[in-house]
């Protein structure tokens, strides 16, 4: 468990240097960030998306409740119409942005999404070898666990056919067990009873 405003306020130290932060030329937002959010399960995904720049928060137009990325602007647009994927330099430049967050957050649980998020962490050939397992990590002085998942875009029917249907499934299953979701669930369902103690006279 985090001691929750301490972290709180070295996070937000951290969120206002990584807004200033200008070292990839070829990104086509300034960085994106959710905010501060203390969280002990950080989700991992690759880069923002178009419309996150416009609303400001990362995974704004999906269901997302905590987000880093590997890289925190909007690449922009391939020649072809898609999302760029940022370069290997780029990751690199953010890559200390990602470690700090890891040591100020220490995170218990994170969850790579995608295969350019996972492998930042572990060697991953196939997603068919890593989609499914739970692995312990180290990452800037700090282990975890690390349950990766396939990116959700409709772009791979990887995790909506076998075998990475199967083995996406058990990845939610493993994730839905893990100790500090059900922390998670614990702390939500008591918090309006929190609320109703604060109000009552
Ligand atoms: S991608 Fe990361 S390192 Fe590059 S400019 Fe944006 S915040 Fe900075």
Wanted: proline letters at 11%.
């Amino acid at each position: 468990m985090v001691n929750h405003s301490r972290t709180q306020a070295r996070l937000g130290d951290h969120v206002t240097h990584l807004m200033q932060c200008r070292r990839c030329p070829r990104m086509q937002s300034t960085p994106i960030s959710g905010g501060v959010v203390v969280s002990d399960i950080m989700l991992i995904g690759q880069a923002p998306g178009p419309r996150e720049p416009v609303l400001q928060r990362p995974f704004a137009h999906t269901a997302g409740r905590t987000l880093f990325q590997l890289c925190r602007c909007f690449p922009g647009k391939t020649p072809s119409g898609g999302d760029r994927v940022p370069a290997p330099d780029e990751i690199h430049n953010c890559s200390s942005w990602m470690d700090e967050e890891i040591k100020i957050l220490r995170p218990r649980l994170i969850i790579p999404v995608g295969r350019l998020a996972i492998a930042q962490f572990i060697n991953c050939p196939k997603l068919d070898e890593v989609i499914g397992r739970k692995f312990r990590v180290e990452r800037a002085q700090h282990r975890f666990d690390l349950i990766p998942l396939p990116h959700p875009s409709g772009a791979s029917p990887w995790p909506k056919i076998p075998p990475g249907k199967g083995l996406t499934e058990r990845a939610l299953r493993k994730i839905a067990l893990h100790p500090t979701i059900a922390d998670l669930v614990d702390r939500d369902r008591r918090a309006p009873k929190l609320t109703s103690i604060a109000r009552s006279p």
